[in-house]
């Protein structure tokens, strides 16, 4: 028998234009001249919620999962939880749920940041790149960002993959 997800009802909606300041596509590409070796997050944001992808490659090898936050300000939010292949981000598949979390997402000079310096100040070293509107709205029909668009994280529907 196939693996099984929580079931999305039919009745969800079709996700609006998700928008918001921490919308889009981020990249750091820091050290590498190598686009696939970039680490990147493709957000989408409805109201306070943020929903998305994240990834990075370290020692040979690629990571990527889930994240969701809550924005907490229009430049500052909180990751509550993540998924994704086990590394520095997460040690939980996305296929048996979510991890929580409490790490910081911010936006300082126009730039996003998952890290937070020793004195407190921002460490944003994620640019704005543009996001192709067939990943935005591919990212957007996945079952699992209209659960987590719609919903609390801690019912958002378990998936495989990210």
């Given at each position: 028998m196939a693996q099984e997800v929580a079931a999305v009802p039919d009745a969800v909606p079709e996700t609006p234009q998700a928008g918001g300041a921490f919308a889009g596509q981020w990249?750091?590409?820091?050290?590498?001249?190598?686009?696939?070796?970039?680490?990147?997050?493709?957000?989408?944001?409805?109201?306070?919620?943020?929903?998305?992808?994240?990834?990075?490659?370290?020692?040979?090898?690629?990571?990527?999962?889930?994240?969701?936050?809550?924005?907490?300000?229009?430049?500052?939010?909180?990751?509550?939880?993540?998924?994704?292949?086990?590394?520095?981000?997460?040690?939980?598949?996305?296929?048996?749920?979510w991890q929580t979390v409490d790490k910081p997402l911010r936006i300082c000079d126009g730039k996003l940041g998952d890290m937070t310096r020793a004195d407190g100040s921002c460490f944003a070293d994620y640019q704005s790149v543009p996001l192709a509107d067939e990943a935005r709205v591919a990212l957007q029909a996945e079952p699992w960002m209209q659960a987590c668009l719609a919903r609390d994280p801690d019912v958002a529907p378990k998936g495989a993959g990210s």
């Open positions: 990249e750091a590409c820091e050290g590498t001249n190598a686009p696939e070796e970039c680490g990147r997050y493709v957000l989408l944001q409805q109201g306070d919620r943020i929903c998305g992808t994240w990834s990075y490659f370290a020692t040979g090898k690629s990571y990527s999962g889930r994240i969701i936050a809550r924005a907490t300000s229009p430049t500052e939010a909180k990751r509550t939880h993540v998924c994704g292949r086990p590394g520095s981000e997460t040690d939980t598949e996305c296929e048996n749920g």
